[in-house]
């Protein structure tokens, strides 16, 4: 099996959504984006790695990012550790193979890995700010106010929706029906939009674990009873139904079909998980999208890609209006 095979093969396992479009990327760009997404998707393990203390995820993390930036494999001893702490699963596979990950990442264009270590830099300073926060006290913990939820969700997802951009544009100057600055800038809407999904989706899982992504006036209260953030939640899920309204903007102004299809399945996605959310009585961890959904979303997304006249079609067909916002 080759390097590129056995890549691809490691993303199915790790996220099998993102797989669905990132096999249908044009080659210029497939390769490159499959990387850094598992680069994201090995440090994010790492700093999920609660076995480990804190302080040592932190320089772990710190040193990752500096074997990206020299070109030099990872500390062999600190990934054994992290290995070690992993239960079986395709996370533990990811990091077994991290030396192949890293060769990989050596081959894609310069100016690829240039941008790889800028998204990855950007990601991984919000995943130390994250352990900091969260893991350095005891009890519940909250983000204290908006503007810190939206510089985390830019960290971990903004900056994504930024280096996609950039990749695309490299590989084909005239990419988007927008002007570059324009696309950058809903880009960056776009993945925060899809984070902002994740900790709506896991907020009663994060608030057993002590973490509260959104900002409520008494965290500690929140953690006994979720349904009583609901209004704030509510808030939240009216925030990324606009971004996500930001992140079809983007799509309609992508050139390439198969671009087009890669960014219409997370959208879609993103706003059927927004619905099933929304339409549950509680707020409760556990909602997924269907498989059979997913497939009916393939087809949408597909006829989207060559056919612009449905895009409209499509809107009508998944979009919802936003929840009402807080007062």
């Given at each position: ?5 056995e ?12 797989y ?12 490159t ?5 598992l680069?994201?998707?090995a440090s ?14 932190i ?5 990752f ?6 070109g030099?494999?990872?500390n062999e ?15 533990k596979m990811?990091l077994s193979?991290?030396?192949?990950v ?5 081959n894609?264009p ?7 270590v800028e998204?990855?830099t ?14 350095t006290?005891d009890g519940?913990?909250?983000?204290k106010?908006?503007?810190a ?9 903004g ?8 990749v695309?544009?490299l ?10 600055s324009?696309?950058l ?31 409520v ?10 349904n ?6 509510e ?11 930001e ?8 050139r ?15 706003i ?24 009916r ?11 612009r006249?449905?895009e409209?079609?499509?809107f ?8 009402k916002?807080?007062?």
């Amino acid at each position: 099996m080759s390097g590129k095979s056995e890549l691809l093969d490691l993303l199915k396992g790790v996220s099998r959504s993102f797989y669905i479009s990132v096999r249908f990327l044009p080659q210029p760009i497939r390769m490159t984006i499959a990387t850094a997404y598992l680069l994201a998707r090995a440090s994010d393990t790492i700093a999920d790695t609660n076995q480990l203390p804190p302080a040592d995820r932190i320089e772990f993390l710190h040193q990752f990012l500096v074997s990206l930036l020299n070109g030099r494999r990872l500390n062999e001893l600190q990934l054994y550790s992290c290995l070690r702490a992993q239960p079986e699963g395709p996370e533990k596979m990811l990091l077994s193979r991290m030396d192949m990950v890293f060769h990989e990442f050596s081959n894609i264009p310069p100016t690829h890995r240039e941008l790889t270590v800028e998204v990855l830099t950007q990601i991984i300073r919000g995943q130390t700010l994250d352990i900091s926060k969260f893991e350095t006290k005891d009890g519940v913990t909250g983000l204290k106010d908006d503007a810190a939820l939206e510089e985390y969700t830019y960290f971990v997802g903004g900056s994504v929706g930024e280096f996609w951009t950039k990749v695309c544009f490299l590989a084909w100057p005239s990419y988007g029906r927008l002007p570059e600055s324009e696309m950058l800038n809903s880009g960056k809407a776009f993945g925060k939009g899809l984070q902002l999904i994740n900790i709506l989706r896991d907020f009663p899982r994060d608030l057993q674990a002590g973490r509260c992504y959104l900002p409520v006036a008494n965290p500690k209260a929140v953690a006994q009873n979720p349904n009583s953030a609901r209004k704030e939640w509510e808030w939240w899920r009216c925030r990324a139904s606009v971004q996500l309204e930001e992140a079809w903007h983007y799509l309609s102004a992508v050139r390439p079909w198969r671009v087009r299809f890669a960014c219409a399945m997370p959208i879609l996605i993103g706003i059927r998980t927004l619905r099933l959310l929304g339409e549950a009585t509680e707020l409760a961890p556990g909602f997924k999208v269907s498989r059979s959904e997913v497939h009916r979303m393939m087809l949408w997304a597909a006829a989207i890609a060559v056919f612009r006249s449905l895009e409209k079609a499509a809107f009508c067909e998944f979009f919802q209006p936003p929840a009402k916002p807080r007062e």
